[in-house]
């Protein structure tokens, strides 16, 4: 691959890793966050969950200026989304104020889900777009475990009452290293000859280092005037319920997996099982490096062997660790296996949906309507999971087998679907994938 592509890569893959650290900073503030707005429990679990109010808009709405505005602008704007929100809770001098600037890191958040991975699908060689948007995924994953190495590192540098608003502003610097960054790095050609600024388009393709600019000129430019040659295409035109199945369903599935409720509720879990307590560090680690290191054997063989190939071992994995954690809550038995099938389950998650999901979404729309399609199942995505954040605890404190055992049926009926419904999109241009299966 040639270095422009893995800078291009790496730049806006930066915006996953705010993502991540967006997420996943305010686990170790919510002592201090408590004390300092006197937030009784409730007030307390609607703060945690605040940011994943501000995605649902953020998703929603973030193809409107990627298509009026570009990706690349898009995304710079974003940047300055994340320093604001950085910044703004850092310096909160009461609750009100610090959850409007949690609700617009949410909003930084849904929005880079939408434009980042399509951003990078559109300038990336089809051999190597897999491992390009699985970038995406991966900076998602080191952003998690940057969040909590971070929190460590400041909590030993004695700050005292204000440690916490430290750990909140920090994000601010890698912000504004992506919203930097973001100045050396083209628009997406696709998104230019949409426009009609062709001299432009061709300018981006030699820059990225396309292997034959030309010829992928030429045909960007022929898959463009096939659309307008038909009528304007929406989103919920007949021909493209194939794709809005598959990017609801994948969206879907990635939440139905509980990934964010066995995340966001580990100690818990623990708990229930009847074990006293868990180093939070520690458990941060186990977490954070195998969902680290199955990340990155995912983007080594997701253009290899395929997205498909992925998403159905993962989906063996998933059900399996889950319904094995099933049996334990029910049985009340084994719960020294509890710990390893947590592994086993973030191991098959991180290998599977964690790395294709984000990729799979964005080739499977037209040009005309990527932006909207990849909106819709980042949407999707949100929704779900503010959701389950939400009903998890209600069903589990009757029976934490029954979350459980559900996740498990929605990973098997995931195995199948993808086994029987969903094509593969591997090695294969944007335009030939569009054309070959999704328009009559």
């Known amino acids: 691959m040639r270095a422009s592509i893995w800078r291009i890569g790496i730049t806006a893959g930066l915006g996953g890793l705010l993502f991540g650290f967006d997420t996943a900073v305010i686990a170790g503030t919510t002592d201090a966050i408590t004390q300092v707005f006197h937030l009784t429990p409730a007030q307390l679990g609607f703060t945690v969950t605040s940011a994943l109010l501000g995605t649902i808009p953020g998703a929603a709405f973030a193809a409107i200026p990627s298509n009026w505005f570009g990706r690349r602008t898009s995304l710079r704007l974003l940047g300055l989304i994340y320093i604001l929100s950085a910044l703004g809770c850092a310096l909160a001098w009461n609750w009100p104020l610090f959850l409007i600037f949690r609700i617009i890191g949410g909003i930084g958040i849904g929005g880079c889900s939408v434009v980042a991975p399509m951003y990078i699908a559109e300038v990336s060689p089809a051999e190597y777009r897999g491992r390009m948007v699985g970038m995406f995924q991966l900076n998602v994953v080191l952003g998690i475990l940057l969040a909590y190495v971070s929190n460590f590192a400041i909590s030993m540098m004695h700050f005292g009452p204000l440690e916490w608003r430290w750990k909140f502003g920090i994000a601010a610097l890698p912000a504004a290293l992506f919203s930097t960054m973001l100045l050396s790095i083209p628009e997406s050609p696709r998104w230019l000859l949409s426009k009609g600024r062709t001299d432009e388009a061709r ?154 999901v984000w990729v799979y979404i964005s080739e499977i729309f037209p040009t005309s309507v990527r932006a909207a399609g990849q909106s819709l199942g980042s949407l999707t995505h949100w929704v779900l999971n503010a959701a389950i954040t939400l009903l998890f605890p209600l069903v589990a404190v009757h029976s934490h087998a029954i979350p459980f055992y559900f996740f498990a049926l929605m990973m098997a009926l995931q195995f199948f679907l993808v086994l029987t419904i969903f094509p593969e999109t591997r090695a294969r241009n944007l335009e030939s994938i569009e054309s070959d299966y999704f328009h009559a």
Request: with cysteine; charged share 10%.
């Open 203 to 356: 300018s981006c393709l030699q820059q990225i280092g396309s292997s034959n600019p030309e010829q992928e000129f030429a045909r960007i430019q022929f898959a463009l005037r096939s659309e307008a040659n038909t009528t304007q295409e929406r989103l919920w035109d007949r021909h493209l319920r194939k794709p809005v199945f598959l990017a609801v369903s994948i969206a879907a599935f990635n939440q139905l997996s509980g990934i964010n409720a066995i995340l966001y509720y580990l100690n818990d879990i623990f708990a229930a099982a009847g074990f006293s307590k868990l180093s939070g560090n520690i458990q941060a680690v186990i977490v954070g490096v195998t969902n680290l290191l199955f990340t990155l054997i995912a983007m080594n063989y997701i253009d290899r062997f395929g997205r498909r190939f992925l998403l159905l071992v993962g989906s063996v994995g998933t059900t399996l660790a889950l319904g094995a954690t099933a049996l334990i809550f029910q049985t009340s038995q084994h719960a020294t296996w509890l710990l390893w099938m947590l592994i086993l389950f973030i191991a098959s998650f991180a290998f599977s949906q964690g790395a294709v």
